[in-house]
């Protein structure tokens, strides 16, 4: 049933509206007889104007998460988490309504606009930007890890292995934040598949890189692609010894030739977690002087090396080290400091910040985290922090 202008201007002086104040063109709205969509058939999502940009350029967004995961959209480059906001007003949806500023540059007159409603929600999908979640990234690889072309491992078939489309199905991450991770766990293809290096593997190959830097008496700081590829190839797969040196060092060209610049922090820190990894604690003054001669001739230990793999206990006698390593905490915020201090009832901020520094979101720092997830005292005139909640 259609409106006329004149029960149309009845509606408005029983409003007490004054219609000179309005726009001339008028909306009746209505649901066609068996027609429109139910609530829910239909999802509204409200995204910011970059995103935007993005669908109306013709980029993708892409929803990631198994049954058990809170779902999370991903664009190219960054993860937001998907919340439903609930709105105490009706949403309608009118194809090709038209809005006031439109309306105000068409020449309108006193005309009525009959208008069929497609659909109603009263409801929201909400973004909110979020750190990606890719701890289950190592998971998967370390189901697998490589050690070697000869080992029984990669003779057996039935051991999973992930392609690239593989991880952006299961991984709830954007494309480029998972590539990143990959550079960060020193992953590599190996046919057609990302694979992280067993830990002894990876120690073996460097191994073999370290001690023929020694053996030709070459500086660490200019080691050549080429040669290293001739004397260790009979040994090792290139590809393996030059990803090697890919995560040891820096590559550099000089007068056409690759050189790599290996890295004594790095070379430092895989040195301790081999000394560590086998050893549940370390006396510190035992564990010191070991490491340092462990390490290759000419390359200084110091603690600085080990924040995020290892901590040490300064109140027990004699002092101790041992590994924990920030990979191996939760990914949740709450659970980490719960996890913490389970561990160490009180932290100085230089011990707990390398291990929750990856916490920190956008706008978030340090400082902040420890303020929502801590309280903090004075003990012996050191600032410390403690669990703002009982820990079982």
């Not at 350029?57 to 664009?75: F, N, P, T, Y």
């Not at 409603?117 to 701890?135: A, D, H």
């Not at 057609?192 to 002894?200: A, E, P, T, V």
Request: charged share 30%.
């Amino acid at each position: 049933m259609r409106r006329t202008r004149e029960e149309v201007d009845a509606t408005l002086q029983i409003a007490k509206l004054n219609a000179a104040e309005l726009l001339p063109a008028v909306h009746c709205l209505g649901f066609g007889p068996g027609a429109g969509a139910a609530a829910g058939d239909f999802c509204l999502l409200e995204l910011e104007p970059s995103l935007c940009q993005q669908l109306e350029a013709g980029h993708s967004l892409v929803i990631r998460g198994d049954k058990d995961e809170q779902a999370v959209l991903c664009s190219k480059d960054k993860t937001y988490d998907l919340k439903i906001a609930d709105t105490s007003n009706m949403l309608l949806f009118i194809p090709g309504c038209k809005t006031p500023d439109q309306l105000k540059t068409e020449e309108t007159h006193c005309n009525i606009i009959h208008t069929e409603i497609f659909g109603f929600s009263n409801n929201y999908w909400e973004l909110r930007r979020c750190r990606p979640k890719l701890k289950k990234l190592k998971k998967l690889l370390m189901e697998n890890a490589y050690e070697g072309p000869d080992s029984q491992k990669e003779k057996d078939s039935n051991h999973s292995k992930y392609t690239t489309e593989d991880l952006l199905d299961q991984i709830q991450a954007s494309e480029e934040e998972i590539m990143a991770q990959l550079q960060v766990l020193n992953a590599c293809e190996i046919e057609g598949y990302w694979r992280i290096l067993d830990f002894d593997y990876e120690m073996k190959l460097l191994n073999h890189i370290t001690q023929l830097v020694d053996s030709e008496s070459w500086s660490f700081g200019k080691v050549p692609l080429n040669t290293c590829l001739q004397e260790l190839g009979p040994l090792e797969p290139e590809e393996m010894i030059e990803h090697c040196l890919k995560c040891y060092g820096k590559r550099y060209v000089e007068e056409g030739e690759v050189y790599f610049e290996l890295s004594a922090d790095k070379i430092c820190r895989a040195t301790a977690q081999m000394l560590l990894q086998n050893a549940v604690k370390f006396n510190l003054a035992e564990f010191e002087e070991v490491w340092q001669q462990s390490v290759p001739e000419g390359m200084i230990t110091t603690l600085d090396q080990l924040k995020g793999l290892a901590l040490v206990d300064r109140q027990s006698r004699p002092e101790i080290i041992f590994l924990l390593k920030v990979d191996d905490l939760p990914e949740d915020n709450q659970e980490r400091f719960n996890s913490l201090f389970s561990l160490r009832e009180k932290w100085t901020e230089e011990d707990i910040a390398p291990y929750i520094q990856d916490l920190c979101g956008e706008k978030q720092t340090i400082g902040t985290l420890l303020t929502k997830y801590s309280r903090s005292s004075i003990q012996n005139g050191v600032k410390v922090y403690n669990s703002r909640r009982p820990i079982s």
